[in-house]
Nanobody
Framework: QVQLVESGGGLVQAGESLRLSCAASGNIFSISAMGWYRQKPGDKRKLVGT???????NVADSVKDRFSISSDNEMKTMYLQMNNLKPEDTGVYYCAAGRDYEAPRGYWGQGTQVTVSS
């Protein structure tokens, strides 16, 4: 089992930045990729980006000019740096981990709320 705990969400104004963190514990040797998903109000959960154990990243085209993903060397902590936030970035951000670099989803965190006011 892998446990994931997100942190760093909150209320910000448009144009500001936030960095989300996801701390992984447990049997992290069973995972090879981690990712961030976002669920906007009334919408499905959608992939924001992923990172694998080699440090390769893949960020959704809709946010790649403003968001970036990184992790520590042991992939115990993953980060989502979000710059120039917009009201449409509001949602619950979930951390996920698994073995599928395209869409890791074997394990999930509880989510952290990000609210961007205009």
């Amino acid at each position: 089992q892998v446990q994931l705990v997100e942190s760093g969400g909150g209320l910000v104004q448009a144009g500001e930045s936030l960095r989300l963190s996801c701390a992984a514990s447990g049997n992290i040797f069973s995972i090879s990729a981690m990712g961030w998903y976002r669920q906007k109000p009334g919408d499905k959960r959608k992939l924001v980006g992923t990172i694998n154990f080699r440090g390769d990243t893949n960020v959704a085209d809709s946010v790649k000019d403003r968001f970036s993903i990184s992790s520590d060397n042991e992939m115990k902590t993953m980060y989502l740096q979000m710059n120039n936030l917009k009201p449409e970035d509001t949602g619950v951000y979930y951390c996920a981990a698994g073995r599928d670099y395209e869409a890791p989803r074997g394990y999930w965190g509880q989510g952290t709320q990000v609210t961007v006011s205009s």
